[in-house]
């Protein structure tokens, strides 16, 4: 019994390989399918959906164990769920299924990827240099006076509606003023900044929580308002902790902590500032050092 259900299997298999050669676009097939399933299962591991879905494995496994042992009452019963099951999942995974649809559409997300970066605009280098030396000196004092803080920095997904949520400044990104804004008796300090081409848009944001559940306990409501930005959006956002004082910087649902300012300094550069272009590379030596000093002072 057990030889001729191998021997099944390798006809199918030796079948499956057979029609692949004959039409290759079976291979494009099941490449796209594989791409798919591993796409859903990144997007649910760290999520309250991931204990759903090893149910749902579960319940697959004792139907096909019911199909091989003849159990027919048993084949019914898991019949008769997995109708509704499809409906099922859609109840349980929707907050799932929105994230990822929100991510599938957003349209300058892919008009960055297909067109041209904003981010490799020249006329934002300079703006977005002198925020990342204001933001690293402002989260180095904040840190020292242990004062909360919660910076947003915009890249390619619009958050227009983030920052209708908050009190509009239209203002330069400079140490005193995020000094100011996050002092504890100031009326913005518990919100966060949302900064978008360098300059500083709005303040006292209100922001989505995540729903991760490895979150620490030494981390409160500023640490899971940055990780929920990081994982609607692709904006990069730097915390200072009230009671620790600890500087973190949020990225793609991954918070990364215990920076000092020169790696925080390095991070944001590579997130947010743009390449140089053909002409500032042609730039003799001693003029870009030049630049170097004058951004350092």
Same mark, same amino acid.
């Given at each position: ?16 390989f ?23 299962l990144?997007?649910?591991?760290k999520?309250?959906?991931?204990q ?7 319940v697959l496994?004792v ?12 084949v ?10 499809f409906l099922?999942?859609i109840?349980?995974?929707q907050p799932?299924?929105r994230?990822?649809l929100e991510q ?11 067109f041209k ?19 690293c ?11 909360? /803080?919660?910076? $947003?920095?915009?890249?390619?997904? %619009? @958050? ?5 949520? +908050? =009190?509009?400044?239209? &203002?330069?990104?400079?140490r005193?003023?995020?000094g ?17 081409d360098?300059?500083?848009?709005? /303040?006292?944001? $209100?922001l989505?929580?995540?729903? %991760? @559940?490895?979150?620490?306990?030494d981390? +409160? =409501?500023?640490?899971? &308002? ?19 004082g ?14 000092d300012?020169?790696?925080l300094?390095n @991070? ?13 590379q042609?730039q003799p030596?001693?003029?870009?050092k ?5 951004q350092r002072?």
């Amino acid at each position: 019994m057990a030889s001729l259900f191998e021997n099944d299997m390798l006809n199918k298999i030796w079948n499956n390989f057979q029609s692949i050669q004959q039409n290759p676009m079976n291979l494009v097939d099941i490449l796209l399918v594989a791409f798919v399933v591993y796409e859903i299962l990144v997007v649910i591991r760290k999520t309250r959906a991931a204990q759903l879905a090893k149910g749902a494995v579960v319940v697959l496994v004792v139907y096909g164990l019911a199909n091989l042992m003849n159990l027919r009452t048993v084949v019914w019963i898991m019949q008769s769920v997995l109708q509704i099951g499809f409906l099922a999942l859609i109840v349980l995974f929707q907050p799932e299924l929105r994230r990822a649809l929100e991510q599938m559409g957003r349209t300058d997300k892919w008009a960055a990827t297909l067109f041209k970066n904003r981010r490799d605009d020249p006329s934002l280098r300079a703006k977005w240099q002198n925020a990342c030396l204001a933001i690293c000196d402002a989260a180095e004092q904040l840190s020292d006076t242990r004062t909360g /803080a919660l910076i $947003v920095l915009e890249r390619n997904s %619009n @958050l227009s509606e983030i920052i209708r949520t +908050g =009190t509009p400044l239209n &203002a330069d990104v400079n140490r005193e003023m995020l000094g100011t804004i996050f002092y504890e008796g100031t009326p913005l300090h518990d919100g966060a900044v949302v900064v978008r081409d360098g300059v500083l848009k709005a /303040a006292g944001c $209100v922001l989505p929580l995540s729903d %991760n @559940l490895e979150i620490g306990k030494d981390m +409160g =409501t500023r640490h899971r &308002a940055a990780l929920g930005m990081s994982e609607n959006s692709d904006a990069v956002v730097v915390v200072v902790s009230e009671e620790t004082g600890i500087i973190s910087m949020a990225k793609n649902g991954v918070l990364i902590r215990r920076l000092d300012r020169q790696n925080l300094f390095n @991070l944001l550069q590579e997130e947010l500032v743009p390449p140089e272009t053909a002409e500032n590379q042609k730039q003799p030596f001693w003029r870009k050092k030049h630049e170097k000093e004058q951004q350092r002072q």
